[in-house]
Nanobody, 122 residues
Framework: QVHLVETGGGLVQAGGSLRLSCTAS????????MNWFRQAPGKEREFVSA????????TYADPVKGRFTISRDNAKNTVSLQMNSLKPEDTAVYYC???????????????WGNGTLVTVSS
């Protein structure tokens, strides 16, 4: 069992930055690929970014490419999402998720955090 806790959400003006963190409760985190998803009000949950267990490969959804950066520190059981040049359309609850497979499908995630709210004002 992996317990995930996201932190770092909040209110920011358009063009600003936020850094989200997700901390896992167990060192088995180091063997999991990690993902960030988001869900805006009235919309389905969507993939944002993923990183392999080693940190060697990352991928991003088109809407966030060039603005968001995912990273991880396995010594601290933490994965982070640096979000720059934020837009109002980035407003959503952001979730981290762990998967034993390399996949971007929400249905394939093994563990989820409870989410952290990011609100971007125009």
């Amino acid at each position: 069992q992996v317990h995930l806790v996201e932190t770092g959400g909040g209110l920011v003006q358009a063009g600003g930055s936020l850094r989200l963190s997700c901390t896992a409760s167990t060192r088995t985190f180091n063997r999991n690929n990690m993902n960030w998803f988001r869900q805006a009000p009235g919309k389905e949950r969507e993939f944002v970014s993923a990183i392999t267990w080693s940190g060697g490969v990352t991928t991003y959804a088109d809407p966030v490419k060039g603005r968001f950066t995912i990273s991880r520190d396995n010594a601290k059981n933490t994965v982070s999402l640096q979000m720059n040049s934020l837009k109002p359309e980035d407003t959503a609850v952001y979730y981290c998720a762990a998967a034993s497979r390399w996949t971007m499908r929400s249905g394939d995630m093994d563990y989820w955090g409870n989410g952290t709210l990011v609100t971007v004002s125009s």
